[in-house]
């Protein structure tokens, strides 16, 4: 189908602990780029376990779900991180799929990204590098899962508005030195 007559469509990627740890952010970024596609949010969290549950929770009753949640977790990484990506495209879902490979990284085209730099490990996880939603229906529950509507340049979705009180960090009014401690 040619580029113009595909829905536009909105994703989410997710850089996982092992893409952060083999530096390979800068890579996907431009293969992403390259795609025509546009980033219309981007953050990098430590993923907690209640997300990492409702992220993977139609694979809660396959054998290597608790490696699955660990691997998410970064526990088996340096980079106990995500970066998470809303890309915004036409045929963009599929598109993304095609350049991650499929999910089996020995299984995964050669020059896709997770035939390039995804392994098997020891433990049976598939270290594939990158999330990519699989259809629109995933796309949307995943990207209302991990991003607020604020934090993302569209409007994507329909939004309300409601009168929430909450307590939250803010920046204290002192000047230190950066620290890199964990939470
Ligand atoms: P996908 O990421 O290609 O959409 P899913 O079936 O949704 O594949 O699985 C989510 C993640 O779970 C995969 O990316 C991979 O990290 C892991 N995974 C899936 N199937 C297996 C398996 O058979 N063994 C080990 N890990 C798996
Ligand atoms: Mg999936």
Not at 155 to 178: F, G
Request: glycine share 4%; proline share 4%.
């Amino acid at each position: 189908m040619a580029q113009e007559n595909l829905p536009l469509e909105a994703t989410l990627v997710l850089i996982k602990p092992d893409g952060l740890s083999k530096s390979l952010t800068g890579n996907i970024l431009t293969r992403l780029s390259e795609a025509k596609m546009e980033i219309a949010a981007a953050k990098c969290l430590r993923v907690s376990r209640e997300l990492a549950e409702k992220h993977y929770r139609d694979l809660k009753a396959k054998p290597f779900y608790e490696e699955l949640i660990q691997y998410i977790l970064g526990k088996y990484h340096s980079r106990k991180k995500v970066l998470a990506l809303v890309c915004v495209g036409k045929g963009v879902i599929e598109k993304v799929r095609q350049l991650a490979g499929a999910t089996n990284p020995e299984e995964a085209d050669s020059v896709s990204i997770r035939g390039q730099y995804g392994r098997i490990t020891t433990k049976g996880v598939y270290e594939n590098v990158i999330h990519a939603s699989s259809n629109a229906k995933e796309a949307e529950r995943e990207i209302k899962l991990w991003f607020e509507p604020d934090e993302i340049i569209f409007d994507l979705y329909p939004t309300t508005q409601s009168e929430v009180k909450v307590k939250k960090r803010m920046w204290a009014p002192t000047q230190v030195a950066i620290s890199q401690n964990q939470k």
